[in-house]
Nanobody, 114 residues
Framework: QVQLVESGGGLVQPGGSLRLSCAASGRFFSIGSMGWYRQAPGKQRELVATITSGGTTNYADSVKGRFTVSRDNAKHTVYLQMNNLKPEDTAVYSC????????WGQGTQVTVSS
């Protein structure tokens, strides 16, 4: 079983930055893809960014140029650096990690407001 623990969410003003972290622990041989989704109130969950074990990344068009996903394979941790945040980035951000199945974190709230 894989456990994912997220940290780094909070309240930030428009134009500000936040860095989310998600650390995986438990019993697994290796982790493949990791990444982040988000869900805003009244909206469907959407993909934000993914990264393979080899470092190939993929981003939603809405965050390209502002967000950067990275990972530390030795620490089984994925990060999301979010810059130039906008009010429309407000959502619960959840990380995932794919081993033999996909595991999810509990979610962390990101609120962008003045």
């Amino acid at each position: 079983q894989v456990q994912l623990v997220e940290s780094g969410g909070g309240l930030v003003q428009p134009g500000g930055s936040l860095r989310l972290s998600c650390a995986a622990s438990g019993r697994f041989f290796s982790i493949g893809s990791m990444g982040w989704y988000r869900q805003a109130p009244g909206k469907q969950r959407e993909l934000v960014a993914t990264i393979t074990s080899g470092g190939t990344t993929n981003y939603a068009d809405s965050v390209k140029g502002r967000f950067t996903v990275s990972r530390d394979n030795a620490k089984h941790t994925v990060y999301l650096q979010m810059n130039n945040l906008k009010p429309e980035d407000t959502a619960v951000y959840s990380c995932y990690a794919h081993t033999s199945y996909r595991s999810w974190g509990q979610g962390t709230q990101v609120t962008v407001s003045s």
